[in-house]
T-cell receptor
Framework: AQTVTQSQPEMSVQEAETVTLSCTYDTSENNYYLFWYKQPPSRQMILVIRQEAYKQQNATENRFSVNFQKAAKSFSLKISDSQLGDTAMYFCAFMISGTYKYIFGTGTRLKVLA | DTGVSQDPRHKITKRGQNVTFRCDPISEHNRLYWYRQTLGQGPEFLTYFQNEAQLEKSRLLSDRFSAERPKGSFSTLEIQRTEQGDSAMYLC????????????FGPGTRLTVL
């Protein structure tokens, strides 16, 4: 069975600092996509960053970057220069190519402190 | 582009009643998904449509649940004879024809069964 594990239920970071959220997953498939979604309090989930498993280069979106280690099945999210607006629940997810359904982790609640 | 919308945003019902939720995907997105998110958990896949065809249903979708997308546009999710265990956030997402790996989520419908 495919699973996603986020081992940090809660984290906090000072404004302007850097924080890394961890995610590991388990699958025997070779072709898949990985995602980080952000769910602010009482608001909808929005895509932060995506990674195609066949690409070795780590994805980057402005202050957000990932460390994708395919052999270790690890997909961590680094947030640089943290802002108060980054306070949210962050979900790691993956999708086996062609299946069209996401498998999510349990989330990490991130609080950015002023 | 107005995003995925869901109606109602909140629903409180008594055990045994039927409820129906509506999801309007982003215009021209041909795939539509339903997920359920319980407190402290990540979303879990329920079902998805490609145009009007329902292509996959999770075993989480018991006989009391039914979903439709009659004209390939909006979708409805009906729960019959609700139980307290049905209390959750029901999320809808859609994805475009040419980027099917990325899903765009709506704000969700929070169901409380008393």
């Amino acid at each position: 069975a495919q699973t996603v594990t986020q081992s940090q239920p809660e984290m906090s970071v000072q404004e302007a600092e850097t924080v890394t959220l961890s995610c590991t997953y388990d699958t025997s498939e070779n072709n898949y996509y990985l995602f980080w979604y952000k769910q602010p309090p009482s608001r909808q989930m929005i895509l932060v960053i995506r990674q195609e498993a066949y690409k070795q280069q780590n994805a980057t979106e402005n202050r957000f970057s990932v460390n994708f280690q395919k052999a270790a099945k690890s997909f961590s999210l680094k947030i640089s220069d943290s802002q108060l607006g980054d306070t949210a629940m962050y979900f790691c997810a993956f999708m086996i190519s062609g299946t069209y359904k996401y498998i999510f982790g349990t989330g990490t609640r991130l609080k950015v402190l002023a | 582009d107005t995003g995925v919308s869901q109606d109602p945003r909140h629903k409180i019902t008594k055990r045994g009643q039927n409820v129906t939720f509506r999801c309007d995907p982003i215009s021209e997105h041909n795939r539509l998904y339903w997920y359920r998110q319980t407190l402290g958990q990540g979303p879990e896949f329920l079902t998805y449509f490609q145009n009007e065809a329902q292509l996959e249903k999770s075993r989480l979708l018991s006989d009391r649940f039914s979903a439709e997308r009659p004209k390939g546009s909006f979708s409805t999710l009906e729960i019959q004879r609700t139980e307290q265990g049905d209390s959750a956030m029901y999320l809808c997402a859609s994805s475009p024809r040419l980027a099917t790996d990325t899903q765009y989520f709506g704000p969700g419908t929070r169901l409380t069964v008393l």
